[in-house]
């Protein structure tokens, strides 16, 4: 069964490359004989990402870096991972320091206008992952096409390797582009010192299946950090929160249903993280699957948030983190609704 996982961190913003090992990047582009077309910020000031073309014109991603000794490490991806070639879409996909980096080049004016996310899928129908990245940050380059690259830290190496297909989705969630991927055109991440130290992802990962849960949702991604909604064996869905404390990995979870009404309709997973407050919506009912279209928490205060509902195989939810990201703490939040498209409310818990 097929689920979402929005990836709202680790998206790279297309500006100007920083001064940061500048001399390094251009060796590595003479080396290659490689023409930086755009330039890609990323949140480590020392690493740095670039889509750029050969000397025939081939186009694609660049990686750079100074590893903790202090040399260069570089890798690129000039080769399409796509199953059918085409000259609509290209997406060329590489295990980088925080995690698979896609680059996705579109040369098609209507792809380009509508696209807003790309969702990457394995081939088990029984799974619940598949990832949803948004492109918010496309960008149209020097050379006439839509590009946009992003970098998503809980696909690890081991867990690239399982990636069967992608979409390409408009903002209603319809599919305007599909394609199968080649698994062996996903680049070898490149050895450093750096990323043999990277080992947070890959211990959510060995402990997410390590537990037989499939995740249904995700909040956060970052180094050192990340919340899903997870699914058990016995269909029973928790709200997690993995840290790495001193290079050690810590979960604090829940599966409590704390919705006052308590018809099960609608599950309201409530987690105090670490730094963070979280709030799981999931419900499995027909009307709300079918029309559902997005959450919105009110506060004590007047204050309203709201965001989309995810599309699972046979369930409809959302994942909020909450304080800085809604202005909202768990004991100010008067009600949670569900609205469909039109604004039409669908459900309704009152928690004050």
Request: aromatic share 6%.
């Amino acid at each position: 069964m097929k689920k979402f996982i929005t990836v709202l961190a680790g998206i790279l913003f297309l500006i100007g490359l920083t001064a940061c090992g500048k001399e390094g990047i251009d060796k590595v582009l003479s080396d290659n004989s490689l023409t930086v077309i755009q330039n890609v910020k990323t949140d480590l000031k020392d690493y740095n990402l670039a889509y750029v073309k050969d000397n025939e014109d081939t186009t694609g991603v660049l990686e750079y870096y100074k590893d903790t000794n202090g040399k260069d490490v570089s890798n690129i991806q000039l080769d399409s991972a796509l199953k059918k070639k085409d000259n609509k879409v290209k997406i060329n996909l590489m295990n980088g320091l925080n995690g698979l980096i896609a680059m996705v080049e579109i040369n098609d004016k209507t792809l380009a206008s509508e696209v807003t996310d790309l969702i990457l899928e394995d081939n088990n129908k029984e799974a619940d992952e598949a990832i949803s990245v948004s492109l918010s940050n496309k960008s149209k380059t020097e050379n006439g096409k839509t590009v946009a690259i992003v970098e998503i830290p809980s696909l690890d190496p081991t867990t690239a390797k399982g990636l069967k297909s992608i979409q390409l989705q408009s903002t209603d969630g319809k599919s305007i582009y599909k394609n199968g991927l080649l698994s062996e055109k996903i680049k070898a991440q490149a050895s450093s010192e750096r990323a043999k130290a990277n080992n947070f992802f890959p211990a959510v990962n060995k402990y997410i299946a390590d537990k037989k849960w499939k995740v249904v949702s995700s909040a956060t991604q970052k180094k050192g950090g990340y919340s899903a909604i997870l699914r058990d064996e016995q269909g029973k869905y928790r709200l997690a929160e993995f840290t790495y404390p001193d290079n050690k990995l810590a979960v604090k979870e829940t599966d409590k249903n704390t919705n006052p009404q308590q018809d099960n309709e609608v599950l309201l997973l409530q987690l105090q993280g670490d730094k963070s407050q979280y709030i799981g919506i999931v419900t499995e009912v027909e009307t709300i699957i079918r029309s559902g279209a997005s959450v919105v928490l009110k506060s004590t205060d007047g204050k309203e948030y709201k965001q989309s509902l995810h599309t699972g195989y046979n369930d409809k939810n959302a994942l909020i983190q909450l304080t800085k990201k809604t202005d909202m703490k768990m004991e100010d939040i008067a009600s949670v609704t569900i609205q469909d498209e039109k604004g039409q409310l669908l459900y309704s818990m009152e928690l004050k």
